[in-house]
């Protein structure tokens, strides 16, 4: 009887050694293909331009609302002293948001890829999914994690969803897809010859 039981649980052991080395595999392998974006071609090229230009963008994009943050309670506090405190933050959120979308909406204008501020305000959309997610688990206590949703949406959902809100409008407008005869443009970056 006691052999019979050790040798299912070696079995059952195993199984689980092989089903763990299949998820550690598995989350390998996606890794790989999600980073090899960001790799370059041996001609120097990166292999996915849209997405190392739109990541690259959008950590600007992060310094630039910190900016913009900065500059807007400078500026507004004065003015708002008196007023609640939620006119007050949403006045400062929204002068924000509305300087970032206007200079999204000239870089737009001025950059010929039409995707690239579409693909920059979704990574930062990215990222404050990243940052309200890891602070639920950081944070635990409800009370906590509710002072931090004040913050988050006043710094982080109202800026970034005008921003979404601007530009996807502008790219369905304005992008025009590649001809089915000819090469979609990313394929130029990872085609050697």
Known sequence: MDHDNEFYRQIDQAERERRAK????????REKSF????????DGKPKSGLMVYTFCLSL???????????????????????????AGNLLQSLAAAAALALISFILHRLLSDKR????????????????????VFLLGDREAFGAFLHFFVWFMLIPVSMGLAVTYP????????????????????????
């Open 170 to 193: 502008l790219y369905r407008r304005d992008y025009v897809p590649p001809k089915k005869d000819e090469d979609a443009p990313w394929k130029k970056y990872t085609q050697r010859r």
């Open 116 to 135: 690239l501020m579409l693909g920059c305000h979704l990574w930062l959309a990215l990222y404050a999914a990243l940052v309200c997610v890891s602070m």
């Open 60 to 86: 600007v994009y992060v310094l630039l609302y910190v900016a913009a943050f900065n500059f807007s309670i400078e500026w507004f506090s004065p003015l708002t002293a008196s007023w609640p405190a939620f």
């Open 22 to 29: 299949e998820r550690k595999e598995k989350w390998a392998r």
């Open 35 to 42: 980073w090899k974006a960001f790799l370059f071609t041996e």
